[in-house]
């Protein structure tokens, strides 16, 4: 995302736009929250592992090898990757709202023109835990990062 972050910025110059690092750029992530870390990789870790069944063969992973090249590229991994690897890669975030906002918070520092977050669940959540997780990250994360005015 580093690399995707600032080759954007560094084109848009090019071109003539000053931006701000992060701007008119959407992060994307995943997101399951639970009272601990441990509980929430638990619970959707089979439903991660599945859905990198599919994606992984496609090269759409983008986790990062520990030379910075997307999996899928020559020379980095091709595998379907595992949620502690995503978790380490904060393209997974699991755990309590408070560690989703300390997360969140992060990035919003690191890239001061973020203003766009998209988050994922991994596709086999039923529908029920789906609106539950999107019902608490709302009700929990949402207030405390929100940006206003």
């Known amino acids: 995302m580093d690399q995707i972050f600032h080759a954007y910025r560094d084109a848009a110059a090019r071109a003539g736009r000053r931006l701000a690092l992060g701007e ?26 599945e859905r990198y069944k599919w994606f992984a063969p496609f090269g759409f992973v983008r986790y990062a090898d ?29 755990g309590p709202p408070s560690h989703a906002i300390e997360v969140i918070r992060e990035f919003e520092a690191r890239y001061p023109g973020l203003d766009q977050m998209m988050i994922h669940w991994a596709e086999g959540l039923p529908p029920h835990e789906f609106k539950e997780q999107l019902a608490w990250f709302a009700r929990a994360v949402m207030p405390a990062v929100t940006r206003r005015g």
């Open 24 to 49: 008119d750029l959407c992060w994307g992530v995943g997101l399951y929250l639970a009272d601990t870390q441990a509980e929430a990789m638990r619970r959707v870790e089979p439903s991660h592992d």
């Open 66 to 94: 520990a030379h910075g090249r997307p999996w899928g590229t020559p020379g980095a991994p091709a595998r379907a990757p595992t949620l502690a690897e995503g978790v380490a890669q904060k393209a997974w975030i699991c």
